[in-house]
């Protein structure tokens, strides 16, 4: 029996998304406000979903302490009031979308959570758009 549990987190973060091999005009056409030299913010909502077989011994998939703990020290301390693009190793080269976002959240947590079990991030970039990573 496999069960699903999740863990809701909150990160406040500024990017600005553009491709600096396209001139100013393409960057604009393609990003939009999101192309804003000065950079723009979003409230984001984080899921963390971790599936497994609940443990016989204490009936836990993932205990949410350990999942809440490895989430914060790993993703909300290094994201939160951050500018991804500025103050983050990982956008330094890669183009923080929320898809990208979310990759990189995945890949970060699936060196911490043991590979039995399977890992999926939902992120919310505004309350009506998000992406899920993997995407089974």
Sequence with gaps: MKIRVSRKE???AAHRLFNPAWNDDKNQQVFGKCNNPNYHGHNYELIITVTGEPDPETGYVYDMKVL??????????KFDHK???LDTEY????????ENIAVVIWNILREKITPSLDL???LYETER?????PAH
């Design 10 to 12: 909150h990160f406040n």
């Design 68 to 77: 809440s703990d490895l989430i914060k020290e790993h993703v909300t301390n």
């Design 83 to 85: 500018n991804l693009n």
């Design 91 to 98: 956008f330094k080269t890669l183009n923080p979308t929320a």
């Design 120 to 122: 999926k991030v939902t």
């Design 129 to 133: 758009n998000y992406v899920e990573y």
